[in-house]
């Protein structure tokens, strides 16, 4: 089973949507980022999270360390939000901290 | 500032020949990595380096060495390029392990 996992693995949208991406890990972390990866293959940090919520423009990233589980969210999704969004934990496993990444979901918001 | 830069963006190699993909920021980053990317596959750790003249393995370091040599720099050399290094790979950057990383461009590479 893969540390990190991320659903849907595609998702396809309607501008203006609610969108929400999951990620679900099984080590014990640190840290959890969420990452964009543009179809031209740039990946920025969107967020790093440890606990709670933080909020950027329209997204929203959300973490429940009891659970082992983060969402983000885009509200008023825009053709331009198309791209693959990327989960990574801060793994504490086996005493050394490691980034341990998902595969990513790849959404596609249409016009 | 130029953020991360990666040096060539793509690149075709022979079997069993070398080369070094570069990588810089301008940031005055201490911890500097190297990703490689592949269909169906979260990014994987190839090489880091918490300060110059510190490097070390991460999960997939077979066939590739580094050194850092400046705070700036951290080239990524392939010694005898395979097929299986068929990939695209990422340089980061961030202000120390734990911090928010920056992305490099990415270098695509093919090894036929």
């Known amino acids: 089973k893969n540390e990190v996992e991320q659903s849907p693995q595609n998702l396809t949208a309607q501008e203006g949507e609610f969108i929400t991406i999951n990620c679900s890990y099984s080590v014990g972390i640190s840290a959890l980022h969420w990452l964009q990866q543009h179809p031209g293959g740039g990946i920025v940090s969107l967020f790093m999270l440890s606990s709670g919520k933080k909020k950027h423009g329209r997204l929203i990233a959300t973490i429940n360390i009891q659970e082992k589980h983060s969402s983000l969210h885009i509200t008023a999704s825009h053709p331009r939000d198309s791209a693959v969004y990327i989960c990574?934990?801060?793994?504490?496993?086996?005493?050394?901290?490691?980034?341990?990444f998902g595969k990513g979901t790849k959404l596609t918001v249409n016009p | 500032n130029a953020g991360v830069t990666q040096t060539p963006k793509f690149q075709v190699l022979k079997t069993g020949q070398s080369m070094t993909l570069q990588c810089a920021q301008d940031m005055n980053h201490e911890y500097m990595s190297w990703y490689r990317q592949d269909p169906g596959m979260g990014l994987r750790l190839i090489h880091y380096s918490v300060g110059a003249g510190i490097t070390d393995q991460g999960e997939v370091p077979n066939g590739y060495n580094v050194s850092r040599s400046t705070t700036e720099d951290f080239p990524l050399r392939l010694l005898s390029a395979a097929p299986s290094q068929t990939s695209v790979y990422f340089c980061?950057?961030?202000?120390?392990?734990?911090?928010?990383?920056?992305f490099g461009p990415g270098t695509r590479l093919t090894v036929t």
């Open positions: 980061a950057s961030s202000l120390q392990r734990r911090y928010e990383q920056y």
């Open positions: 990574a934990v801060r793994s504490t496993q086996g005493g050394s901290e490691k980034l341990v």
